[in-house]
Nanobody, 131 residues
Framework: QVQVVESGGGLVQAGGSLRLSCTAS????????MGWFRQAPGKEREAVSC????????YYVDAVKGRFTISRDNAKKTLYLQMNNLKTEDTALYYC????????????????????????WGQGTQVTVSS
């Protein structure tokens, strides 16, 4: 069975850093594009960042651009999200998700990611940023 598991969340003061990890098993990891999403209490799920199956292309929403870095290690079947200069508004449950890639342009991958049209999801890891 496919399992997607996030880790690395925690409590940090504003301005601090955290690195989230996501391990996916039961699938051909390098054939899937990956994305990070987050959801704060009482708010809709929000797309954060995505990365192509090879790791050659990335996309960030404006709210995190310049502060967050998405990366992946296909040999370790692991996705990462390095979060620097954290703000209180970054507080949320962060989810990792994956969808098989069939060779279309990255722009279409981004569209699917923005619409949360991904098949496999993790359980989430909590990030809390205090002021």
């Amino acid at each position: 069975q496919v399992q997607v598991v996030e880790s690395g969340g925690g409590l940090v003061q504003a301005g601090g850093s955290l690195r989230l990890s996501c391990t996916a098993s039961g699938l051909t990891f390098d054939a899937y594009y990956m994305g990070w999403f987050r959801q704060a209490p009482g708010k809709e799920r929000e797309a954060v960042s995505c990365i192509s199956s090879s790791g050659s292309s990335t996309y960030y929403v404006d709210a995190v651009k310049g502060r967050f870095t998405i990366s992946r290690d296909n040999a370790k079947k692991t996705l990462y999200l390095q979060m620097n200069n954290l703000k209180t508004e970054d507080t949320a449950l962060y989810y990792c998700a994956a969808e098989r890639y069939y060779g279309d342009a990255f722009a279409y991958t981004v569209r699917r990611w923005l619409g949360a049209r991904l098949t496999y999801w993790g359980q989430g890891t909590q990030v809390t940023v205090s002021s």
